[in-house]
């Protein structure tokens, strides 16, 4: 009887250092699995958003459970109503069934004709805010909770509805300041002007033209083009250079892969300063442009809450 302890003592310790000198002879791994992809199917690439980030010094493999970000839970519930939202929205989009019965239960009128295009997305904004789904309502500069970089989106009223980009159809979404200005909380580029931010290969530098006056979408071809003015959104942008105020850029991308039935989708780049603006001749019409160059922030930048508490403040609408 009194070989036996002896006898597991032995056998304990050839089994831990065999495992010290064979890799892969471990019986499970502390280090917590890999976080598994969220609902918008994007890869993520650098994505902290709504996350406490740590920098650590020293070793990154030694350090790397101390580098992990942590959700908070009311991001994940966000982030899950999110994803029910646009699951709602693309419902409601392709069956005129749903949308009428969500109308008849919430006293709205009815459809009239066909319904199609812009209105018909704003419609969908207005059955799903009667159904209490429209989600981060107050408007704010910086990161919103639920959203990450890399977050894909079907249709322009998608980035309404969670609180991303707060116009259906205007690219610059804007916020009024304390003292009475505008600043910018949003761009969105959908490749309506002759910016240079689609054709961009790298994200991190982008060239957006400012809104007013475009050639391509929104000037009846017959009427003469003016020069665009410093005013309304291409002001607010200016403004967030000045104040050195993030904004967050979201892209179209034509694309076969999570796509929409139109070929195209929109993807949140995350936060951006405006670096610099200038105005520009246009060659087919002589008339005067702004375009605004915009930078990516660096992560720890733009996604610590210290740094937003600093920056932003409480300049919410």
């Known amino acids: 009887m009194e070989l036996l302890p002896s006898f597991c003592v032995a056998f304990l310790t050839f089994f831990w250092s065999t495992c010290a000198v064979v890799p892969g002879l471990v019986m499970a791994s502390s280090r917590p699995d890999p976080v598994k992809e969220g609902p918008f199917s994007k890869p993520k690439q650098a994505s902290h958003v709504g996350k406490r980030v740590q920098h650590v010094k020293g070793n990154s493999h030694k350090n790397c459970s101390k580098q992990g970000s942590i959700f908070t839970p009311r991001w994940h519930d ?135 006056e475009n050639p391509v979408f929104g000037v009846k071809k017959k009427k003469k083009l003016k020069d665009q003015k410093l005013v309304g959104g291409n002001l607010a942008l200016m403004n967030s250079m000045v104040d050195r105020k993030p904004v967050r850029v979201i892209r179209r991308y034509n694309h076969s892969r999570n796509a929409n039935d139109s070929g195209y989708k929109f993807i949140y780049e995350g936060l951006y300063r405006v670096a610099k603006y200038w105005k520009e001749i246009r060659a087919d019409s002589g008339t005067c442009v702004y375009k605004f160059k915009l930078v990516r922030m660096e992560d720890h930048q733009q996604y610590d809450s210290e740094w937003k508490k600093k920056n932003v403040g409480h300049h919410c609408h």
């Open 78 to 212: 966000i982030r899950r109503d999110i994803d029910e939202a646009l699951r709602c929205y693309r419902s409601l989009r392709v069956v005129k069934g749903l949308r009428d019965k969500v109308s008849n239960n919430h006293g709205m009128s009815p459809e009239q004709g066909k319904c199609s295009g812009l209105i018909l997305h704003k419609r969908l904004g207005s059955l799903l805010k009667s159904l209490g789904k429209w989600l981060n309502t107050t408007k704010q500069i910086g990161c919103v909770a639920g959203i990450e970089v890399g977050d894909e989106f079907h249709w322009r009223g998608e980035l309404c509805i969670v609180g991303l980009h707060n116009d259906f159809q205007r690219g610059i979404g804007c916020i009024p300041s304390l003292d009475g200005r505008i600043w910018a909380t949003s761009i969105v580029d959908s490749g309506r002007y002759d910016s240079a931010t689609t054709n961009s290969a790298s994200s991190d530098e982008i060239t957006y033209c400012g809104e007013g």
